[in-house]
């Protein structure tokens, strides 16, 4: 076995299916020893949706901003587009209330002067 899949071996199933996810920033051949992990571990499909719905809720919230102004719905390995569609509508959601909540009401300075 090759270093890198022994070190891949050791990472946790999240961490594999953000190699996954997120492919471009790898090396084909750590992508595909990721998979092969993934496959070796016979992950339940629950536990499985789990992992990418939770990578995909961390990168929305980190990086939503961006692929606001690029214009694209990023791709998915494991999730449909439609899926993908309604994880990024509830975090976009999210953004505009955490943004009104951070809002400065400038009415409740009218009195001040």
């Not at 890198?4 to 996810?21: C, F, P, S, T, V």
């Not at 999210?94 to 002067?113: G, N, P, Q």
Request: without cysteine.
């Amino acid at each position: 076995m090759s270093d890198l899949k022994d070190r891949l071996h050791l990472k946790q199933n999240g961490e594999l299916i953000a190699i996954l996810e997120s492919k471009d920033a790898y090396t084909p051949e750590a992508v595909q020893f990721a998979a092969e992990i993934i496959q070796e571990r016979f992950i339940e499909d629950e536990e499985l949706d789990r992992l990418v719905i939770q990578f995909w809720e961390k990168e929305l919230n980190e990086s939503l901003k961006s692929y606001l102004k690029s214009g694209e719905i990023p791709k998915s390995n494991f999730l449909n587009e439609q899926q993908l569609k309604e994880l990024f509508a509830k975090k976009y959601q999210e953004y505009v209330e955490r943004k009104e909540v951070l809002a400065v009401d400038s009415t409740l300075y009218w009195f001040a002067i």
